[in-house]
């Protein structure tokens, strides 16, 4: 399989320039103590320790990502509760139970998002989400 992970695409998606993602590369290689790309003019390939990081990434990603989510909190409020609803719920439902929530708890801060069934079911699942009505 052919990476170009220091290519101009991957530095956008991460809002960094490319010397800093092949920077990034090298640490992880670095700490590793393996090299996960064998690099040449065409792009790069992962190499087999390569092969087996890319198993466990998804893993740190998303482990990242609620780590973020928990500490989230904005400042004065206790905790932060992310909702997912379905459109045809949102309205008067859901909206009528925010407002509730913002007057009855105003220390519990609300992310509010409406998606569909299938996305709202695997954000619970994986802890993006703390409740989905549907």
């Known amino acids: 399989m052919l990476y170009r992970p220091w290519t101009p695409n991957a ?4 809002h960094v320039g490319q010397t800093t ?48 989510h928990q500490v989230a909190v904005p400042p004065g409020h206790r905790a932060l509760l992310t909702i997912g609803s379905e459109v045809s719920l949102w309205q008067p439902l859901l909206l009528d139970w925010v407002i509730w929530m913002r007057r ?7 992310r509010v998002q409406v998606d569909v069934p299938h996305d709202l079911i695997n954000q619970v699942a994986s802890g993006w989400s703390d409740i989905a009505i549907m």
């Open 11 to 14: 530095a956008e998606r991460l």
């Open 104 to 110: 009855s708890l105003r220390d519990i801060a609300l």
């Open 21 to 68: 993602v092949s920077a990034r590369i090298r640490t992880l290689e670095q700490q590793l103590g393996r090299p996960l790309f064998v690099r040449n003019k065409g792009g790069a390939s992962l190499t087999p320790a390569g092969e087996q990081f890319l198993r466990y990434a998804p893993t740190f990603v998303q482990l990242w990502q609620r780590a973020r």
